[in-house]
Nanobody, 128 residues
Framework: QVQLVESGGGLVESGGSLRLSCAVS????????SAWFRQAPGKKREGVSC????????YYADSVKGRFTISRDNAKNTVYLQMNSLEPEDTAVYYC?????????????????????WGQGTQVTVSS
């Protein structure tokens, strides 16, 4: 059974940085695309970034390009999201997700309906 556990969220001032981690158990990440989504209060869940482990494809939402970086550590079976220059608009619950159903592409926004495995989420709050 594939399980995902996020960590690294917290409270940070505007302009600060956080690194989120997603530890994957029950499977290796080979053949999966890993993604980060976020959901702010009263808003739909938004795809933030995606990384294809098969072809190295990467997607970033326009709102985070140049500020966020997705990466992985195969030895630790962990996916990361480095978030720099954080803004109050980045405040949300951040979720890690996995799928075997797509490859990530910078021109193709991701949808939560494409992902079958989810973590419980970690809160990120950016104060102004």
């Amino acid at each position: 059974q594939v399980q995902l556990v996020e960590s690294g969220g917290g409270l940070v001032e505007s302009g600060g940085s956080l690194r989120l981690s997603c530890a994957v158990s029950g499977s290796t990440m080979d053949g999966y695309a890993s993604a980060w989504f976020r959901q702010a209060p009263g808003k739909k869940r938004e795809g933030v970034s995606c990384f294809s482990h098969s072809d190295g494809g990467i997607y970033y939402a326009d709102s985070v390009k140049g500020r966020f970086t997705i990466s992985r550590d195969n030895a630790k079976n962990t996916v990361y999201l480095q978030m720099n220059s954080l803004e109050p608009e980045d405040t949300a619950v951040y979720y890690c997700a996995l799928t075997t159903m797509l490859c990530c592409d910078d021109n193709a926004p991701i949808s939560e309906s494409d992902f079958g495995f989810w973590g419980q989420g970690t809160q990120v709050t950016v104060s102004s």
